[in-house]
Nanobody, 127 residues
Framework: VQLVESGGGLVQAGGSLRLSCAAS????????MGWFRQAPGKEREFVAA????????YYVDSVKGRFTTSRDNTENTVYLRMNSLKPEDTAVYYC?????????????????????WGQGTQVTVSS
């Protein structure tokens, strides 16, 4: 699976962006998808995750109520809608794929659990 993120950019605080992550390969629906971010000088951190069919999502507390992840398996794409952006959301955002079963799902917040990564897209929120 190859992943390509897009949709990053510069936005003022309070603004919105929608990130997309397009996947190649025929097994997209066999993967849970995660979003991570890495700010300068900081470790990569978990942001959100979604199970194989979009029925279950998880978010880190700092983005709950502001960010929404969704997926379209017919388009092999996962999305991260980011509203009410804050300067502390500034980071490079990465999508990642984890090969999973279609049974009960618990999000993996450990980046080492993911099998494939995109190249990242920069999100900068100005104050």
């Amino acid at each position: 699976v190859q992943l390509v993120e897009s949709g990053g950019g510069l936005v003022q605080a309070g603004g919105s962006l929608r990130l997309s992550c397009a996947a190649s390969g025929r097994s997209f629906a066999s993967h849970a998808m995660g979003w991570f971010r890495q700010a300068p000088g900081k470790e990569r951190e978990f942001v959100a995750a979604i199970n194989w069919n979009g029925g279950t999502t998880y978010y880190v507390d700092s983005v709950k109520g502001r960010f929404t992840t969704s997926r379209d398996n017919t388009e092999n794409t996962v999305y991260l809608r980011m509203n009410s952006l804050k300067p502390e959301d500034t980071a490079v955002y990465y999508c990642a794929a984890e090969l999973t079963s279609r049974g009960p799902y618990t999000a993996r917040t450990d980046l080492h659990a993911y099998d494939y990564w995109g190249q990242g897209t920069q999100v900068t929120v100005s104050s």
